[in-house]
């Protein structure tokens, strides 16, 4: 019998009455081997103890294995067979993509790609819970892509599949419809990421237009999370839905007005999102005379509850961010990758926003000549303050003494930026990114006594370079350890890894 110990956290394996502690953590290795022994010992015995283990510490066990050894665990017999499939559909996800990624030079057409894929998902007793497919490369038709369909799209992997993410380029209005409704009977979908273009006679694919958004619907009552690239869908109805990424591309010959304004439920035109609390927009932009600011206050007006706003690639001038601050008055994270900059006093607005607690600005456009000012923003629950190459008015990040984390990006005004942080004494994480001159960072530093970490991004060949790390430690005393590394996200345009 197997049963945990709170206090310790150890696993106690009772076999006939003989306990063996094994901090699982540690080694779990041996409890299999151990396990092994003791079946050998019991030669006369046709049970094996580890047959009593439930799958659920099996998984444990699993998760502290490298990949050759899962290999062999695989095959050690049926049982474990089975409940290593199990362990690795939860655990690592199926890609199907048309395009060799790894190996750009191959030569292998996209259908023999495809025809591989629909041969091992027929042959798989597996049911993934992520998988990703892409079938956006490559002249094929309903012929080639009817296997890959037939099976992601059965009844049994539609009730099993988690997340999903699709990068289609649709040919046919059937091949619309067959995806619609399969979305909606994946009765344990929690996210969604799709990218549907539209397919010319030709193979070229292009982006626009008003055929797809005729009759695309997206529905699903357990979708947690949504996102649309390209062609929007008509219809958007996710009642569980509280994450939507979309791109907002106005013209007066789109249906984007019927869409996201007017709700015409009749047309079948209607989006519902009452319910998010987590709004990206990458791309808000406008071929007419659309007024995209107007477009957006009520856009956010049918959002009550939206607690993230994350803005990228469009400019947000002073107006907009008046409106924002406006309409989301419950707003707790906000992200903007290009903020205009008219008046050094734009981030007054923000005093509205009592809820803030994260605020992100990647580039202040006209703020050389006129820095941003927090002179007189009241934000008390702000906490989290990312600041990629916009230009502020340092002494005045003084007015705001709640903030706890710091994520800059010192260049040549660092010595200005960073003689201003002792002055903020609830500081107790920095992050800098890219240091200007990263090997005197020791020199241009202050005395931080309040920071509890300090964390550095740079490329690894610089990072190599330093040796200065005592003279650091001696200016921030309270830090246990100075953490140097690599960005992972430091080049994403979606905002993952901001915070």
């Not at 998984?59 to 690795?88: G, M, N, P, Q």
């Not at 539609?158 to 994946?186: F, G, P, R």
């Not at 799709?194 to 010319?200: D, G, P, V």
């Amino acid at each position: 019998t197997i049963r945990r110990e709170s206090t310790a956290r150890k696993y106690w394996l009772n076999v006939n009455c003989v306990e063996t502690a094994f901090p699982i953590k540690y080694d779990p290795r041996r409890l299999l081997s151990v396990l092994e022994e003791r079946r050998k010992m019991e030669s006369s015995s046709s049970e094996c103890p580890i047959d009593s283990l439930p799958p659920e510490i099996m998984h444990i066990i699993f998760d502290f294995l490298d990949l050759e050894t899962l290999k062999s665990v695989s095959l050690t017999c049926h049982r474990w067979e089975r409940i290593f499939a199990k362990y690795c559909t939860s655990r690592f996800k199926l890609c199907i993509d048309t395009k060799d990624r790894k190996n750009p030079d191959s030569t292998e057409p996209p259908t023999k790609r495809l025809q591989r894929a629909t041969k091992m998902l027929q042959r798989t007793q597996r049911v993934y819970r992520h998988v990703h497919l892409s079938l956006m490369y490559g002249r094929f038709g309903p012929k080639h892509t009817n296997g890959v369909f037939s099976t992601i799209f059965a009844p049994h992997w539609l009730q099993q599949l988690v997340v999903l993410d699709l990068n289609l380029a649709l040919d046919s209005e059937h091949m619309v419809t067959e995806v619609s409704d399969a979305i909606a009977k994946m009765s344990c979908l929690q996210e969604l990421s799709a990218t549907f273009c539209h397919k010319r006679p030709d193979g070229t694919i292009f982006i626009g237009g008003k055929y797809f958004c005729q009759f695309t619907k997206l529905t699903n009552p357990s979708l947690h999370k949504l996102k649309v690239r390209c062609l929007l869908p008509a219809l958007i109805d996710c009642p569980n839905m509280r994450s939507l990424d979309v791109n907002l591309e106005l013209n007066k010959k789109s249906i984007a007005d019927k869409i996201y304004l007017r709700h015409n439920e009749q047309e079948g035109t209607l989006w519902r999102v009452e319910q998010v609390e987590e709004l990206v927009i990458d791309r808000l932009t406008s071929d007419d005379d659309l007024d995209v600011t107007e477009y957006l206050r009520q856009f956010l007006q049918h959002m009550p509850h939206l607690k993230s706003l994350r803005l990228g690639a469009f400019d947000v001038p002073d107006k907009m961010l008046q409106v924002i601050a406006d309409s989301c008055p419950r707003l707790e994270e906000l992200a903007l990758k290009y903020l205009k900059v008219d008046d050094p006093d734009i981030l007054r607005h923000l005093s509205k926003l009592t809820q803030l607690r994260n605020l992100g600005v990647w580039y202040a456009l006209g703020t050389h000549d006129h820095p941003l000012s927090f002179a007189g923003v009241k934000l008390p629950r702000l906490e989290k303050l990312y600041n990629n190459e916009a230009i502020f008015d340092f002494q005045s990040l003084a007015c705001i003494p709640s903030v706890k984390w710091c994520k800059i990006s010192p260049n040549d005004l660092a010595n200005i930026l960073l003689a201003e942080l002792p002055k903020m004494p609830a500081l107790e994480m920095l992050v800098l990114e890219d240091v200007f001159k990263l090997p005197d960072l020791h020199t241009f530093l202050p005395p931080l006594p309040q920071l509890k970490r300090l964390v550095i991004y740079h490329k690894k060949e610089i990072l190599q370079q330093y040796h200065n790390t005592a003279e650091l430690a001696k200016l921030v005393p309270n830090v246990k350890r100075i953490e140097m590394s690599e960005n992972k996200y430091r080049y994403q345009y979606d905002f993952v890894g901001i915070f």
